[in-house]
C-alpha cells in the first residue's frame, strides 16, 4: 500500500490556525487536522464519494487572467445568486497542483477525476459519435479504473473535445442531395443514424460513417416536423398527418446489413431507369398535400393518434411529450397511455426541450413555459413582450436562448424570469431553429443562411451559407452539425 502525506496550514472561519496531514492509502485521502484549541481528528475519505461540485470547486480558479487558458464548466448552485461565480478549471492549475504531492498527482492519473471533469464540461453538448471519433474501439475494455488504457480514454476524449471549433475554418464537409424530393423538414441523429423527414412525407437512415442514405421508412401521409431518437430501439415522428409513429430500431438495426445491400443494387436500377417525377427547384413550407402513397414501412411499431399537427417531440424518462396545440401531451413510452395533459399555453406550441427534471416550451403566446416533469405542473413562465417564441436551445446550466418570428434571440436566466441579453435583427427573417453544438450558438433562419454566435460578447462570428432556401432543422453529433433546408439538401458542417 502507498502511502503519501502533505501537510498544509490553512485558517478556520475564527482565524485559529488548522494544520491538514493529508495522506494517501490506494485510492483514498486520510484527513487528520490538528488545531491548539482543540484534540486532533482523523478520518479516512474516498475523493470519489464527494460531490463532483466540490472536486470541480477543489481544482477550480477564478481568475481572470487564466480564463483565455481554461475551460467553463458551469455554476455551482448557491442560496445567494449573487455569490454564484462561474468556475474555471485551468490546465495550468491541474499541471501545478499533479507536480506538488504524490496525492495530486495519483488523482490526475485516475480514470474517474478525468470522467467526472468529462462529463460536467460537456453535459449539454451532444455526445454522439464520440467514441467513434475519440476513441480506439479495438482497444479492449479494463474494468481497473487506475489502468493507462482507462486514462489514454477519458484523456484523450477531453482534449478532443475540449479543442473549440474554429469559426474561421468552418465548411461544408458534405452535401447530400437526391434523397428527398422536397425540402428536408426535420433531422435528429444517434450513436447509428442520422434521420431526415421531409415535405415528401418519408424519413430518410443515413449511415453515420459514409453518411449514405440506406433505408426509408414510408407510413405518414403529410409532411414530417419532427423526429425523436431515444438513442437505442426507437424512432418517434410526428406529421401534419395529425399522428405519431413509433420506429423498431432494434428490428431495423438487426437488418441492417441486407438493407445496405438492398439499397445499392436500387441505386444501380436508378442509373438505367428515365427520370419519372419532376418537382419544383424549392418546397413550400406550407405545404400540406400528400406527396407519395406508398406502402407502410414494416418497421412501425404503432401509430398514435393526435388532434392536430405535431411539431415537437421530446422524450425524458418513461415519458413522451409532443405538442398538440394549445397543450402538451404526455404518453407513457412503454405502453402509451396517457399519462397527463399540459395546459396554460394560449397559443401554439412551436418548440420544446428537456433541461435536467423540466421540460421548457416555446408558443406563439409569445411566452416560454417550465414544466416540473415529476409532478407535471408549470413552475414558471417568461413571456416575450414582443414576439412569438419559434425555438429553443440551453446554452449552459443557467441560461436558455429563444428565437422568435421578429428575427431576434434572447438570452434568459433561468435562475430568475429576466431576459439577460437581446440579439436585435440576428437575421433577416424568421429564426426557426436555435442549436448549440460544442460552445458555439447556430441560428437558422427563413433568411437561407445559418449563423454562429459568441455569446460572450454577442457578436456574430460566422455566416454560414449554401443553402439556397428556408433552414427548417438543425441537430448536430459531438463534431458536426446537420442542417436540413426546403432546398431539398442536407449539409454536413465541421
Known amino acids: 500500500m502507498t502511502t503519501t502525506t502533505t501537510t498544509m496550514t490553512t485558517r478556520t472561519n475564527n482565524f485559529k490556525p488548522v494544520v491538514v496531514n493529508l495522506a494517501q492509502e490506494n485510492s483514498c485521502l486520510v484527513?487528520?487536522?490538528?488545531?491548539?484549541?482543540?484534540s486532533s481528528s482523523t478520518f479516512t475519505l474516498n475523493i470519489f464519494d464527494l460531490p463532483d461540485e466540490i472536486i470541480l470547486y477543489i481544482f477550480s480558479t477564478k481568475r481572470q487572467e487564466e480564463m483565455d487558458e481554461s475551460l467553463n464548466v458551469g455554476e455551482l448552485n448557491n442560496d445567494n445568486d449573487d455569490q454564484q461565480q462561474s468556475l474555471i478549471i485551468s490546465v495550468s492549475s491541474i499541471i501545478q497542483f499533479s507536480s506538488t504531492c504524490k496525492c495530486f498527482y495519483t488523482l490526475f492519473q485516475d480514470e474517474r477525476?478525468?470522467?467526472?471533469?468529462?462529463?460536467?464540461?460537456?453535459q449539454f453538448n451532444s455526445t454522439i459519435d464520440m467514441d467513434n471519433l475519440c476513441l480506439n474501439l479495438n482497444q479492449p475494455n479494463n474494468n481497473n479504473n487506475n489502468s493507462d488504457n482507462q486514462n489514454v480514454i477519458w484523456k484523450n476524449r477531453f482534449k478532443n473535445r475540449t479543442d473549440p471549433w474554429d469559426m474561421t475554418k468552418v465548411m461544408t464537409r458534405k452535401e447530400i442531395v437526391g434523397s428527398h424530393q422536397l425540402g428536408v423538414t426535420a433531422?435528429?441523429?444517434?450513436?447509428?443514424?442520422?434521420?431526415?423527414?421531409?415535405?415528401?412525407?418519408?424519413i430518410k437512415l443515413y449511415d453515420m460513417g459514409r453518411l449514405e442514405p440506406i433505408h426509408t421508412l414510408t407510413g405518414h401521409a403529410y409532411t414530417i416536423w419532427a423526429l425523436k431518437s431515444n438513442g437505442s430501439n426507437r424512432l418517434?415522428?410526428?406529421?401534419?398527418?395529425q399522428t405519431i409513429r413509433v420506429w423498431n430500431l432494434k428490428l431495423l438495426k438487426d437488418n441492417i446489413t441486407d438493407l445496405i445491400q438492398e439499397n445499392e443494387i436500387e441505386k444501380e436500377k436508378e442509373k438505367y431507369l428515365d427520370e419519372t417525377l419532376t418537382t419544383p427547384p424549392f418546397s413550400s413550407s406550407n405545404s400540406t398535400s400528400p406527396i407519395i402513397i406508398s406502402k407502410p414501412s414494416p418497421y412501425c411499431k404503432k401509430v398514435i393518434e393526435t388532434n392536430t399537427k405535431v411539431f415537437s417531440i421530446e422524450l425524458k424518462d418513461r415519458a413522451l411529450f409532443y405538442s398538440n396545440g394549445e397543450s402538451i401531451?404526455?404518453?407513457?413510452?412503454?405502453?402509451?397511455?396517457?399519462?397527463?395533459?399540459?395546459?396554460?399555453?394560449?397559443?401554439?406550441?412551436?418548440?420544446m426541450t428537456v433541461h435536467g427534471h423540466h421540460l421548457l416550451t416555446g408558443s406563439n403566446d409569445k411566452t416560454v413555459r417550465v414544466?416540473?416533469?415529476?409532478?407535471?405542473?408549470?413552475?414558471?413562465?417568461?413571456?416575450?413582450?414582443?414576439?412569438?417564441?419559434?425555438?429553443l436551445a440551453i446554452v449552459d446550466q443557467n441560461t436558455l436562448a429563444t428565437g422568435s418570428?421578429?428575427?431576434?434571440i434572447r438570452l434568459w436566466d433561468?435562475?430568475?424570469?429576466?431576459?439577460?441579453?437581446?440579439?436585435?435583427?440576428?437575421?433577416?427573417?424568421?429564426?426557426?431553429q436555435l442549436h448549440m453544438c460544442g460552445d458555439v450558438l447556430f441560428s437558422g433562419s427563413f433568411d437561407h443562411t445559418i449563423k454562429t454566435w459568441d455569446l460572450r460578447n454577442l457578436v456574430q462570428t460566422k455566416s454560414l451559407t449554401g443553402h439556397r432556401s428556408y433552414i427548417h432543422a438543425l441537430t448536430s453529433s459531438s463534431f458536426h452539425l446537420f442542417s436540413g433546408s426546403a432546398d431539398k439538401s442536407i449539409k454536413v458542417w465541421n
Open 405 to 408: 418570428n421578429l428575427y431576434h
Open 371 to 391: 414544466w416540473d416533469t415529476n409532478t407535471m405542473q408549470c413552475v414558471t413562465t417568461r413571456e416575450d413582450p414582443m414576439a412569438r417564441i419559434l425555438s
Open 187 to 202: 433531422l435528429t441523429v444517434d450513436d447509428t443514424f442520422l434521420y431526415s423527414g421531409s415535405h415528401d412525407t418519408s
Open 31 to 38: 484527513v487528520q487536522s490538528s488545531s491548539s484549541s482543540s
Open 236 to 241: 418517434y415522428s410526428g406529421s401534419n398527418d
Open 414 to 432: 433561468l435562475r430568475s424570469r429576466e431576459v439577460m441579453n437581446t440579439i436585435a435583427n440576428a437575421h433577416k427573417w424568421e429564426v426557426w
Open 329 to 351: 401531451s404526455v404518453l407513457n413510452n412503454k405502453t402509451f397511455d396517457r399519462m397527463a395533459e399540459l395546459n396554460g399555453h394560449l397559443g401554439g406550441v412551436n418548440t
Open 113 to 122: 477525476f478525468w470522467m467526472k471533469l468529462y462529463k460536467n464540461r460537456f
